[in-house]
């Protein structure tokens, strides 16, 4: 397998490690239940560590438990991924529509300058819901732009955790609309 390689039996590999996290069988998720993809970029993997007062004392981890709850509630399986490097991003994004209903997304800094995850976002078939635990538009100037806002399906800011419950709920209820017979 090539280093960046799509391998759904085992998540999207990266050089050193798999940082993609299926939600297994053994959770008791029905192999036919439909998927959304979690996706969380740059340095969120340092959640409870960076910055308590802007981003809280939460986890990585609680975030995937709370959003994986809140996904089988409204009857979506969870996957779950996070990396630093842009590329990786753009891979799964790209390969997303195969698998997965629909995506949320915490682009973290990625949100204010990737064009090439906004070009990725644009060509998925399928909605992203765009996430961030703070609000952005109160932030430093050059958090406030998000360019790829404009191809997202939605976006929930500034509710800590909570964003990525409401955002959940809100890409659910995107895909329930895109359900209804004429």
């Given at each position: 397998?090539?280093?960046h390689e799509?391998d759904?039996?085992?998540?999207l590999?990266?050089?050193?490690?798999?940082?993609?996290?299926?939600?297994?069988?053994?959770?008791?998720?029905?192999?036919?239940?439909?998927?959304?993809?979690?996706?969380n970029g740059?340095?969120?993997?340092?959640?409870?560590?960076?910055?308590p007062?802007?981003?809280?004392?939460f986890?990585l981890?609680?975030?995937?438990?709370?959003?994986?709850?809140t996904?089988?509630?409204?009857?979506y399986?969870?996957?779950?991924?996070q990396?630093?490097h842009?590329?990786?991003l753009?891979?799964l994004?790209?390969?997303?529509?195969?698998?997965?209903?629909?995506i949320?997304?915490?682009?973290?800094?990625?949100t204010?300058?990737?064009?090439?995850?906004?070009?990725?976002?644009?060509?998925?078939?399928?909605?992203?819901?765009?996430?961030?635990?703070?609000?952005?538009?109160?932030?430093e100037?050059?958090?406030?732009?998000?360019?790829?806002?404009?191809?997202?399906?939605?976006q929930?800011?500034?509710?800590?955790?909570?964003?990525?419950?409401?955002?959940?709920?809100?890409l659910a209820?995107?895909?329930?609309?895109?359900?209804?017979?004429p």
């Amino acid at each position: 397998m090539q280093e960046h390689e799509m391998d759904w039996t085992c998540g999207l590999r990266a050089a050193n490690a798999t940082v993609f996290r299926p939600d297994e069988p053994a959770t008791g998720v029905a192999q036919d239940m439909p998927r959304l993809l979690l996706v969380n970029g740059p340095n969120l993997n340092l959640l409870g560590r960076r910055d308590p007062t802007q981003y809280g004392t939460f986890t990585l981890a609680d975030v995937e438990s709370r959003t994986r709850e809140t996904a089988h509630a409204v009857g979506y399986a969870l996957d779950c991924f996070q990396s630093n490097h842009e590329g990786e991003l753009v891979d799964l994004i790209q390969a997303a529509s195969a698998r997965y209903a629909g995506i949320l997304l915490n682009a973290g800094a990625l949100t204010h300058y990737s064009y090439a995850l906004r070009d990725a976002i644009d060509a998925c078939r399928v909605p992203v819901m765009e996430i961030h635990i703070s609000d952005i538009a109160k932030r430093e100037p050059f958090r406030q732009l998000s360019v790829i806002h404009p191809v997202c399906a939605g976006q929930v800011k500034g509710l800590g955790l909570q964003s990525y419950i409401v955002g959940t709920k809100d890409l659910a209820a995107i895909l329930e609309k895109g359900r209804i017979e004429p």
